[in-house]
């Protein structure tokens, strides 16, 4: 049997997770009044004396936009022209480093936008709403980071100088104890970039899947950064859902009530938290098809997956059932495949099963695995498929849920694809009340979701464009934080997936597609920037 696949180049440069600046942030200063468009300077208007506040050094840090998306060339120029361009900015902009003595009126720089304290702001200081934990008596505890060129040393003494009392937190992020009446007074210092409250302890919640994939870094909720909004996931499940976290974002084309799993599945895909923000969620803006689950001959979301397309723009779709234990390829495994090579705009997700101690594969039969179970139990033709995606299921610190589905499929690729939080989750249950939810089940909708939000962030850059599935699929894994042996392996795939770092893959534009024919050659560049901690790359 034929087995069609697609191929994508991913190229990551910098494996590390940057801070996220979404247009709609950007938005929502806008509809406070706190930028306006006397705010954007023309290059010839910027002096020294109007970024006097934003200069370190010999450099300048500000936001810098253009009138179109920049290729490689027009970067590399910028560069030498003393314009560092550093975190993307959806709508054409940058942060970015400039140099004292550049001549801004020389590039293609269209507008720039000096930092103002206020700029610097996460939401919930924008909006004066900061977390009770954050807060101690009159003083609050917060996260800042600084801006890319700037060292740690420097960073840390410019803060110590003016009277902070500074915790290291990570190599570009420090915790700072700051009376409130005081915020403004820290933003305003040049070598801080962003502020936020410091993030609460972990409990033992629904939240704790977002911050498990770094979903967190996208977006914090509904309205803020990429939740999703416009994204249609399709979900087959046990039946119909009513629940207030839905509202005006669900379509139920179910014929019964059914039980709770779907309460479950679709919760953790894009439930919004209006009720309990701790059920909030992944894509807690994303629109949602519920249907039926009938079998994998008729399983609406993917059977039926090119009308959807065409009708309602469904794009992602996810399956928590088992069709099979064995990872075989089969009919279904091709129908999926070829479906989605021809409709590549396409992604499907499943549980890859709680299946670990079934001793169910045709060709790994017998072999036992050292913690327990047996390998190649993955459940379902669909999730063998090359083109879909199989999640195994997690517990919140990285450790493998032992009944989580082992591969290799029968012909010895590897499954499950990618690994998410799938244990304990706080998700929704009927009459809007939450409940638990956990396995497999839980892992695949979580990915879905995240996935969704991706698509967002692909679309604000692209022009509306969705993205292909393939590169979506291919930034997911090879982004995703290596747990377990080295590289990807039959337990948990290549990882945890790492919604923070694929983001940064799509921001920076650290990929290539092109396409190959049998006995055909293609070759392509790829520019290894100076000082590159890891350099990873994955055809897919």
């Known amino acids: 049997m034929k087995k069609s696949t ?118 919930e200081l924008v909006k004066n709403k900061i977390p009770a934990h954050a807060v101690i008596g009159n003083r609050v505890k917060l996260n800042v980071m600084k801006f890319d060129g700037i060292s740690m040393n420097d960073f840390l003494l410019t803060l110590r100088m003016k009277g902070y009392d500074v915790e290291v937190f990570s190599e570009r992020m420090v915790m700072v104890k700051v009376e409130t ?6 933003a305003s210092i040049s070598v801080v970039k962003y502020i936020e409250p410091v993030h609460p302890d972990p409990v033992k919640e629904g939240l704790r899947g977002r911050t498990v994939q770094r979903v967190n870094m996208i977006s914090k ?38 039980g709770t799993h779907g309460d479950m599945t679709a919760g953790l895909a894009m439930g919004a938290g209006n009720i309990n923000p701790l059920g909030m969620g992944m894509a807690t803006a994303a629109d949602l098809n519920l249907y039926d689950y009938n079998g994998s001959n008729n399983n609406p979301p993917v059977t039926s997956a090119i009308s959807n397309y065409n009708t309602y723009g469904q794009v992602i779709s996810s399956t928590s059932y088992s069709e099979s234990s064995g990872a075989q390829y089969t009919e279904r495994s091709n129908y999926v495949d070829n479906q989605v090579y021809n409709n590549n705009q396409l992604l499907h997700f499943y549980s890859a099963g709680n299946s670990s101690s079934s001793n ?25 498929a090359k083109n879909t995606i199989a999640v195994a299921n997690m517990l919140y610190n990285d450790v493998r849920v032992s009944s989580s589905s082992r591969g290799p499929t029968a012909d010895g690729r590897v499954k499950p694809d990618i690994s998410a939080h799938g244990n304990g989750n ?95 050659s293609n070759s392509h560049t790829v520019t290894v920037p100076s000082g590159t901690k890891e350099v990873k790359v994955m055809a897919l």
């Open 6 to 123: 697609k191929l994508t180049l991913i190229v990551i440069c910098v494996f590390l997770a940057n801070l996220v600046f979404s247009q709609k942030d950007i938005n929502l200063h806008l509809h406070a009044g706190e930028i306006t468009q006397d705010q954007f300077l023309k290059p010839e208007e910027v002096n020294s004396h109007t970024l006097q506040a934003n200069q370190f050094g010999s450099d300048y840090f500000v936001m810098v936009q253009f009138d179109h998306h920049l290729t490689s060339l027009e970067k590399t120029k910028l560069k030498n022209q003393g314009i560092e361009l550093q975190e993307y900015i959806p709508r054409y902009a940058y942060v970015a480093k400039i140099s004292k003595n550049t001549k801004l009126e020389n590039s293609i720089v269209k507008f720039v936008i000096p930092f103002r304290p206020t700029y610097k702001y996460s939401i």
């Open 181 to 186: 009446t005081k915020l403004e007074e820290l």
């Open 221 to 258: 909720g509904p309205g803020d950064g990429y939740d999703g909004e416009g994204v249609m996931i399709g979900l087959a499940d046990d039946g119909g859902v009513d629940h207030m976290d839905f509202k005006g974002r669900l379509t139920d084309f179910t014929n019964n009530q059914g």
């Open 360 to 384: 169910s594969s045709p060709v790994y039969e017998g072999i036992q695995a050292s913690n327990g179970g047996y390998f190649g139990n993955v459940t379902g033709g669909s999730k063998a």
């Open 426 to 520: 706080l998700s929704l249950d009927p009459n809007n009340q939450y409940g638990a939810g956990g396995g497999t089940s839980a892992a695949a909708p979580s990915t879905a979701g995240t996935v969704a939000m991706l698509y967002d962030a692909y679309r604000d850059m692209n022009g509306g464009a969705n993205p292909n599935g393939g590169l979506i699929k291919a930034m997911i894994l090879n982004t995703a934080d290596d747990i377990g042996r080295p590289g990807p392996d039959y337990e948990h795939g290549w990882g945890r997936i790492h919604a923070g770092n694929a983001y940064e893959v799509l921001s920076n534009n650290q990929y290539l597609m092109s396409t190959i024919s049998n006995n055909g």
